[in-house]
Nanobody
Framework: QVQMVESGGASVQAGESLRLSCAGS????????MGWFRQAPGKQRDFVAN???????HYLDSVKGRFTISRDVNKSTGYLQMNNLKPEDTAVYYC??????????WGQGTQVTVYS
């Protein structure tokens, strides 16, 4: 059984930074892909960033240069460093992992609110 728990969400002013964490537990032999998605009220869940087993990363255009995804493979933990936050970044952020060809596995989400 794989479980993931996100943390780090908060309410911040525009221009400030947050670091989200995603801790995986359970039968995790290898993480193929770790990603972050977000869902604003009344909208669909959208891709934000991902990092593959080889270290390659991809980002939503609107977060490039502001967000950085990383991971600690030894701890089965992923991170999303978010700088220069904007009100439009307000959403529930979800961690996703593809593990040993299985998944996706999702966390429960963490709320990020950015006010101007």
């Amino acid at each position: 059984q794989v479980q993931m728990v996100e943390s780090g969400g908060a309410s911040v002013q525009a221009g400030e930074s947050l670091r989200l964490s995603c801790a995986g537990s359970g039968s995790i032999l290898s993480i193929d892909v770790m990603g972050w998605f977000r869902q604003a009220p009344g909208k669909q869940r959208d891709f934000v960033a991902n990092i593959k087993a080889g270290g390659g990363t991809h980002y939503l255009d609107s977060v490039k240069g502001r967000f950085t995804i990383s991971r600690d493979v030894n701890k089965s933990t992923g991170y999303l460093q978010m700088n220069n936050l904007k009100p439009e970044d307000t959403a529930v952020y979800y961690c996703m992992m593809l593990i040993s060809g299985q998944g996706p596995y999702w966390g429960q989400g963490t709320q990020v609110t950015v006010y101007s």
